[in-house]
């Protein structure tokens, strides 16, 4: 209940911040069926942002260290986040596909970490041992401008820097889901580069 409180008052107050412009909301799959979002990773924000534009919740995978940090961690919890550590990647993937089989939504930047040039970066395959384990589909997303945002390493400052405007224009570009054995690392970067046009 408190969680639920907690993630809609979050939302609410950064829909005043940021104009999320989606398209693909046709593509997602119904209800407690359960997908693999694949997203490319440009600013701190970015699972907030995605999870304003989306119609069902998501759960993301984040670094087991950011939970140990007061603020980021309850965030994170709110959001009920899927930690993931070096010395414990296969826990994370397990957790991860148990939740995709239990029909929920699961989210994973697969370039492992910031963009430093506002380009995307090359993919892990993570995602591939996630997707073949849960044998769920999985979706491309593209996230647009949030490389000017505040929350991006943009001239290699986080958060010293103003707002070019108020609200902020974003976009978020879902694709056609891919079947498991389809979305291998090469492939689905490939369609992020695409859904940025």
Known sequence: MFQNCAKRFIL?????????????????????????????????????ILQMASPRAI????????????????????????????????????????ALQEGEMVCIFPEGKLTLTGELQEFQKGFELIARRAHVPV???HLGSLWDSIFSRQGGRV??????????PVQVRFGKCLKTEEATA???????LELAQ
């Open 12 to 48: 609410k107050i950064l829909s005043w911040v940021y104009r999320v412009e989606v398209r693909g909301e046709e593509f997602f799959p119904t209800e407690g069926q359960g997908v693999l979002l694949v997203c490319n990773h440009v600013s701190y924000v970015d699972a907030i």
């Open 59 to 98: 759960r993301f995978l984040s670094f087991a260290e950011f939970f140990k940090q007061p603020v980021l961690g309850s965030l994170l919890r709110v959001f009920r986040a899927i930690p993931i550590s070096s010395t414990h990647a296969k826990d994370a993937v397990v957790k991860a596909a148990e």
């Open 139 to 141: 979706m491309p997303v």
């Open 159 to 168: 958060f010293l820097k103003w707002p070019k405007r108020l609200p902020f």
């Open 186 to 192: 090469k492939h689905v970067r490939q369609i992020m």
